[in-house]
């Protein structure tokens, strides 16, 4: 084994530094990341726990620009349930699914603009966004709402028009998870999940929005953490040279950058150990590492720079597909800097009054565009006539499952505070899956008393436990309002069903309108 000397800035150590996306603790830059992109480092990725505000991301963006003035900074921002930008808030923004639910191309290009142009403001330029992973499998635990529907063609125009509104707004978009997560019943931050369709169906299903996404002009592509027998019986598809080189370069004929996902995710680092892992997911093709999620410290940076330079030197990684990487990693950078002082102009407005992007175009004024989508995605079922809208303070019983890590725990989602706003005195409580039936239902029971009871649910077709609860509590309380905000698969119930199609704060905005019958959107 070659020992290294650390701080090294050979052209070979500046490459492996440009390949990383790191990340890091705090709202302001350490010093140590500072030093690395002095040294080479061409690209930092932001999470929640890294932004209060946007002015404060903006001073922090500004900060790593004054180091280098065309370092990468990568952002985690799909809108809907995974925030970064408004992590302690809620998005100002419906997710994709909710987009697909309304299926109007237009409006989410300018969803995707809006989005963009505020991220840009705040100096971000690259978006791990959008998923263009089709959501076939409906008990799928990671991709859900993340996904524009469980319709093949629907997803790709979708994918396509998202791409277009956010890179028209000067950032750039990262269209994940490649070759598709869609199909998936694990979520590969726990383990390693498998796709046993052939391949015609891969072609028929889960390419179909990959290759909108490259003809729409995807300035990255991340890919997936899952194994795919039909493409690679061996390796996951973000290690898989036939997947990645074979499939996404030759055969799609992709040139921009392949990015991974993150590489602590335990799909990969259970099994091949992040410093291995990232040596084969850049001798599979992949061109930048994403890692930080999890480790986000500065020796994270250190093994997996010196395990890219051992394993050039040591003839496991050719030079020449690590330098590759960087010059791609470099000339993204480049695009984002000059799409940072483009002049940009908003799109012609559309009959139905929204604003579109149009590529080449800059970022329009701040609108409500996402709150006017999440309006436009909710659904309505009436169980019980005639429905009267609550007018009194009510009581909200949030039936919440475990987060997942890609949406966290620390976003706060629901109807509560938005019903607040509208009836100063709502009352909330959360329940879940520990409690047995007749006692979760007895407890919401007696917390309501007699006020009207709001009953929030995510997902409830994939847990049998809250499905229980929400029938034992209608048939005690007929008079139940149910909101879904997850997807929309079980049977509408309830005097009055609403399914917003995803938990951001506007679906919430949207739901507690209908409810009270006030607002905009009633």
Not at 394 to 421: C, K, M, S
Not at 481 to 508: K, N, S
Request: net charge negative; with cysteine; glycine share 10%.
């Amino acid at each position: 084994m070659t020992t290294l000397v650390r701080g090294s800035s050979d052209t070979l150590t500046r490459d492996a530094l440009a390949v990383l996306q790191p990340g890091f603790i705090g709202t302001t830059a350490p010093e140590w990341l500072l030093r690395r992109i002095g040294e080479g480092l061409s690209a930092v990725g932001l999470f929640g726990r890294n932004i209060a505000s946007p002015g404060q991301l903006a001073a922090l963006t500004a900060q790593l620009r004054a180091e280098r003035d065309d370092v990468l900074v990568a952002i985690d921002e799909e809108g809907g349930d995974v925030t970064r930008l408004e992590v302690r808030n809620g998005s100002s923004f419906p997710g994709n699914y909710a987009l697909g639910v309304v299926d109007d191309t237009e409006l989410t290009r300018a969803v995707a603009h809006e989005l963009g142009r505020r991220l840009a403001e705040c100096g971000v330029d690259l978006n791990w966004a959008p998923s263009a992973d089709v959501n076939s499998n409906p008990n799928n635990p990671v991709i859900g709402v993340r996904s524009f529907g469980a319709d093949t063609t629907l997803a790709a125009r979708h994918t396509a028009a998202y791409i277009e509104g956010l890179q028209a707004a000067g950032v750039a978009a990262c269209t994940k998870h490649f070759p598709g997560h869609g199909d998936t019943n694990v979520d590969s931050h726990h383990a390693l999940p498998r796709i046993g369709v052939d391949l015609d169906t891969l072609h028929a299903r889960e390419l179909v929005p990959f290759r909108a996404a490259i003809a729409a002009g995807s300035k990255a592509v991340m890919s997936a953490h899952i194994l795919v027998p039909a493409l690679d019986p061996n390796r996951p598809a973000t290690l898989s040279p036939q997947i990645l080189t074979g499939l996404l370069r030759e055969e799609l004929g992709y040139e921009g950058l392949i990015v991974t996902d993150g590489m602590e995710m335990q799909a990969i680092s259970a099994v091949y150990g992040i410093e291995h892992g990232s040596v084969l997911a850049i001798a599979a093709g992949a061109d930048a590492i994403c890692v930080g999620g999890g480790l986000a410290d500065e020796e994270t940076v250190l093994r997996l720079r010196d395990a890219l330079v051992t394993a050039v030197r040591d003839g496991e990684l050719p030079e020449e597909r690590l330098a590759d990487a960087a010059a791609r990693v470099r000339a993204l950078a480049d695009w984002t800097r000059g799409a940072r002082v483009a002049a940009v102009e908003p799109g012609p407005a559309s009959e139905t009054g929204v604003t579109a992007a149009q590529p080449g175009a800059g970022a329009a004024p701040r609108t409500d565009i996402g709150l006017i989508a999440a309006r436009r995605a909710v659904r309505v079922t009436v169980g019980q006539l005639p429905y009267e809208p609550v007018d009194l303070a009510p009581y909200v019983a949030a039936f919440a499952p475990v987060a997942n890590i890609a949406v966290g725990d620390e976003t706060p989602w629901g109807v509560a505070a938005e019903l607040t706003a509208i009836l100063p005195g709502t009352e909330t409580g959360t329940y879940d899956s520990a409690t047995e039936t007749s006692g979760l239902v007895g407890n919401v029971l007696a917390a309501a008393a007699d006020r009207r009871i709001i009953a929030v649910v995510r997902d409830v077709h994939r847990h049998p436990w809250m499905a229980d609860a929400l029938d034992a509590l209608i048939a005690a309380r007929p008079g139940t309002v149910v909101v879904e905000m997850g997807v929309d698969r079980a049977e509408p119930r309830g005097a009055l069903h609403i399914a917003t199609h995803g938990a951001a704060r506007v679906c919430g905005r949207a739901a507690a309108e209908v409810i009270t019958g006030k607002g905009a959107g009633a």
